[in-house]
């Protein structure tokens, strides 16, 4: 629509992130979860005897690297998603989205074109805009991932500089990437020579506990940026991202140094602590099966209140759902007239740089379902249900 054409997505976001400050407003928007289910007790615990154990270190900058331990925690953990790393392939960033920013920059120049998935991650396509690059948008399975075909088609068309990919319960869709496609992908852009930006930030978070395997685990050439973070998982306000960047280490270091120096030095040491004590792993399992419950009371509402003919995804883990509504329904309508009764949703086209999708709406499960949480629930189908 001629309203979707022109909606600003820097302003749109930022609107997005306003309402999930706002303790009035139902947060069905921004995907962040909720308090309530993060280990925050045991976080605050770990961080008050790192800060009193190492009093002089917690107070210094750490390296632009970061922390050795907490590197070494991460490429512990990489067995478990097929990977091999050392911590000296490791650098520590503020959340995943400077993980992705410092990779960007380091294998791009501005003009260039960038690959992406479609429906992708909102917050990707701003990167790509202040960084002056081209998002094209390649076709994408909600249940199965990137289109592979699609993919090999526009490698053939012309110069495509990196591809950015998130394989595993990618936002907005929910969707995993099968193995043997994963392996394919990897070794077509090897066989190119372009760079593969991989963000793994859900991951984890699957809700049948079967860890499913990274793009960069079938990366022989070392030509996958993997990013990751702890946001959703430890802490969102924390700040801890992490990058595994291959052979683009170098210039990641140096990007790094010359941007933020260095991560915060005292949650770095606490996540550390979280890892090596067995805590992170006792969180997950329960943080699963409660996503895994959020996720379906969401789905029961959308069958339940929203329009005949509304079809949702199937996630099989991650912590969003998306909707699309009969062809009728204008997504940015939606939201605004949801924002007016205190619900906050992320309407379709911010997910696309054409602003495609004008009839899909992203719904954020990362909170514990609620009266509250099911009355917002009734009240989005029933505007819905008016503007058709």
Known sequence: SATASTIDLGELSLAVHDAMMNPGIVPLGAATPGDEMLPTRKLYRTLGSVARRYEGLSNRYDSPRGNTELRRQIARRSIDWGGNLVPDEIVVTFGCTEALNLCLRAVTEPGDTVAVES????????????????????????????????????????????????ANFQNPLGCCVPDANKKRIVELLAAEGIPLLEDDVYGDLSFNNTRPKALKAFDAGEGVLLCSSFSKTVSPGFRIGWTAPGRYLTKVLRLKLSSTLSTATLPQMAIAELLASGGYDRYLRGARKAYASHVGMMTQAVRKYFPENTSVTRPEGGTVLWVEFPGEIDALGLYRKALEKNICIVPGPLFSPKRQYGNCIRLNCGHPWSERTEGAMITLGQLALRMM
């Open 119 to 166: 429906p992708v991650y909102f917050g990707f396509l701003q990167i790509l805009e202040s960084l002056g690059l081209r998002a094209l948008e390649i076709p994408t399975h909600p249940r199965t991932g990137i289109s592979v075909e699609g993919l090999e088609r526009a490698l053939g068309r012309g110069r495509i500089a990196a591809v950015f990919l998130s």
